[in-house]
């Protein structure tokens, strides 16, 4: 395995890595951002692996791991890992369901040095929640593991993952974040990704839905100033603009998968013809500069027009690739959730047919499933759902 360090003039550093411990998860949200084909546990990396990637990575310029999953907890070396996180000096942000053997590690946790708790919230009712998750009796563990949270004095935010199935409860979220003592709140409008991609038309929200709770987060950010940070991540089809997918494609962040393999961004696997390299094979630096997967959409080059003359596009780096894939076929294209792309208007016009016809039921995350997305898109808008 060749240790290659990028050239620090010529390559920034990754500022994140995002370890995706497991695959395994007690919930199976539908709005899911992991693949269809969830990596199983025979084929996880072992922990002396991942404690070798985390060496690597702090040597890289890495400055925060966000310990990720499925369900991270679910790993009997959840506390090891950490504590190497700590060891190393980097800061470690344990994203959670807060259920299942969440409670049971987390004083562990924070005795090797656990930095921040980032636990999910999938409604404020909790039959409505429940529902979502698809897990009985969750939201009393959650809510038992918030409080173990802040007894201990770790920072806590809450991610609130919104949808047509609780954007009603906007304001509820805010008053949880409060009650459970978060100091940041997520009301992070579902991306549409992996499992949410194939559940769009159960999860897209409309336009006046989305509209009311922008105006109710806005509200409480002055309301709660000082008290609680709101993050709001607007949702991509009724945007004007798209973000600045992963912070731009192999320019912030490393994600690796359950297996190993590494990725600019956790939907990448469904752009065909990339080559990702496994983190058994190449050393994390030679992997962030040299794998052909990193470089492919790194900076501007690859750009066509609109993007390519654009004075946004070192500003959101062309949108997402993966969904540029998915609506427009072409993962080089411009993302159509922006309104220069030619397929903006086709792309909005599906998101409102879809916000008002009735919801599918859920098509639940889980491991081992043969799901095909049947989702339309701009190039086969006429195939049935
Ligand atoms: Fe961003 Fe490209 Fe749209 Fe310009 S045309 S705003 S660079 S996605
Ligand atoms: Fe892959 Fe946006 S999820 S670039």
Not at 87 to 98: A, F, H, M, P
Not at 301 to 309: A, V
């Amino acid at each position: 395995m060749n240790a290659i360090t990028p050239n620090a003039t010529a390559l920034p550093a990754p500022v994140g890595l995002l370890a995706e411990l497991t695959h395994r998860c007690p919930l199976r949200c539908p709005y899911c951002s992991n693949p269809l084909e969830l990596d199983r546990r025979s084929g996880e990396l072992d922990t002396a692996t991942w404690q070798r990637v985390l060496t690597e990575a702090a040597g890289l310029g890495v400055l925060h791991v966000h310990l990720s999953g499925g369900e991270p907890t679910a790993r009997n070396d959840i506390v090891e890992i950490t504590q190497t996180c700590a060891k190393l000096g980097l800061y470690s942000n344990l994203i959670t369901s807060g259920v299942g053997g969440a409670l049971a590690k987390l004083d562990a946790l924070y005795d090797v040095g656990l930095d921040h708790v980032q636990l999910s919230v999938q409604g404020v009712d909790a039959a409505n929640a429940e529902k979502i998750g698809g897990l009985k009796n969750a939201q009393p563990q959650k809510f038992a593991f918030a409080e173990r949270v802040t007894q201990l004095g770790l920072p806590l935010t809450l991610n609130s993952v919104i949808h047509r199935g609780n954007i009603h409860e906007v304001e509820g979220f805010i008053d949880l974040a409060v009650k459970l003592g978060a100091k940041r709140l997520e009301v992070a409008h579902t991306q549409y990704y992996g499992w949410a991609y194939v559940n769009r038309a159960a999860l897209m929200p409309n336009k006046a839905e989305v509209d009311r709770s922008i105006r109710i987060v806005e509200a409480a950010r002055e309301r709660l100033k000082g008290q609680l940070v709101i993050d709001l991540v607007v949702p991509d089809y009724y945007a004007k603009y798209p973000k600045a997918c992963a912070g731009g494609w192999g320019r912030k962040l490393m994600n690796v998968t359950p297996q190993g393999k590494v990725l600019p961004c956790h939907a990448a696997e469904t752009i065909p013809n990339l080559e990702f390299w496994y983190v058994s094979d190449h050393s994390l630096g030679d992997i962030w500069a040299n794998s052909p997967a990193f470089t492919a959409y790194r900076g501007t080059d690859w750009m066509k027009e609109p993007c390519r003359s654009c004075d946004r596009r070192e500003k959101d780096w062309g949108g997402c690739r993966c969904q540029a894939l998915a609506l427009a076929g072409d993962a080089a294209a411009t993302d159509p959730a922006c309104s220069l792309s030619p397929l903006h208007a086709k792309v909005r016009d599906l998101a409102v047919e879809e916000a008002a016809e009735t919801p599918p039921d859920y098509v639940y995350r889980t491991i081992g499933s043969n799901v095909q997305p049947n989702v339309r898109t701009p190039l086969n808008e006429e195939a049935p759902l």
